[in-house]
């Protein structure tokens, strides 16, 4: 079964501190393995968000943006 999809699709706050959440992040000093996963799963569930628009994507943050977003944006 496919993932639902929308017509238009808005990501909101997508902002340094907030994608990935740091708080669900293990820190790398701690478990450099689990914290790679963990990026690595935050990073999927910002695609996941982003690939459910048809027709229409806005991605909106309000000071540094997360380092996930690419920087041609």
Do not use: N
């Amino acid at each position: 079964m496919k993932g639902l999809e929308f017509r238009a699709v808005s990501v909101l706050g997508v902002a340094e501190g907030t994608v990935p959440f740091t708080r669900e992040i293990t820190p790398r000093e701690a478990d450099p393995l689990q914290h790679e996963a963990d990026l690595l799963r935050e990073r999927c569930l910002l695609f996941v968000a982003c690939t459910r628009a048809r027709e229409a994507l806005s991605v909106s943050w309000s000071g540094p943006r997360s380092p996930f977003l690419p920087t041609a944006v």
